[in-house]
């Protein structure tokens, strides 16, 4: 399985193959982000995408953000998806670690359901907090 980031002016060839993947993760946003939001920021370069494949397909695809803080430089994690996550996803936690680390960011951060605690726990993630939402 080979981990790569895919350059913005690239993202349009590889969308039609992680779309599927990533509209779920997408839609926990409850309306803060769309596909259409993420495309854009992805082809922009505000965010970065990244792909897990081999010679026969794309099997996953993680988008991350550089968010500058005033006190502290995270690369985000923000949308996540897949399948076979367990075979691609310690390596993609790999290459995003270091491409942190070259960013000159102190933290990687993010949120995500419940059930994915299982894969940040044994990552070495801390759980600070639980993140709540109420429509109005």
Same mark, same amino acid.
């Given at each position: 399985?080979? =981990? %790569?980031?895919? $350059?913005?002016?690239?993202?349009?060839?590889?969308?039609?193959?992680?779309?599927?993947? *990533? !509209?779920?993760?997408?839609?926990?946003?409850?309306?803060?982000?769309?596909?259409?939001?993420?495309?854009?920021?992805?082809?922009?370069?505000?965010?970065?995408l990244w792909i897990a494949y081999d010679e026969?397909?794309?099997?996953?695809?993680?988008?991350?953000? =550089? %968010?500058?803080? $005033?006190?502290?430089?995270?690369?985000?994690?923000?949308?996540?998806?897949?399948?076979? *996550? !367990?075979?691609?996803?310690?390596?993609?936690?790999?290459?995003?670690?270091?491409?942190?680390?070259?960013?000159?960011c102190s933290a990687i951060e993010g949120t995500?359901?419940?059930?994915?605690?299982?894969?940040?726990?044994?990552?070495?993630?801390?759980?600070?907090?639980?993140?709540?939402?109420?429509?109005?």
């Open positions: 399985m080979k =981990i %790569t980031l895919v $350059p913005p002016e690239n993202v349009f060839e590889v969308w039609p193959d992680i779309r599927e993947y *990533l !509209e779920p993760a997408v839609e926990t946003s409850h309306g803060r982000w769309t596909l259409e939001h993420l495309i854009a920021v992805l082809c922009n370069g505000r965010s970065q026969n397909r794309i099997w996953g695809a993680l988008t991350t953000e =550089i %968010t500058q803080y $005033p006190g502290k430089r995270c690369l985000s994690m923000h949308f996540l998806g897949g399948t076979s *996550l !367990e075979q691609w996803y310690p390596s993609m936690l790999e290459h995003v670690t270091n491409h942190g680390k070259n960013m000159n995500a359901r419940f059930g994915f605690w299982k894969f940040l726990k044994q990552d070495g993630f801390d759980k600070t907090s639980a993140f709540y939402e109420k429509s109005l």
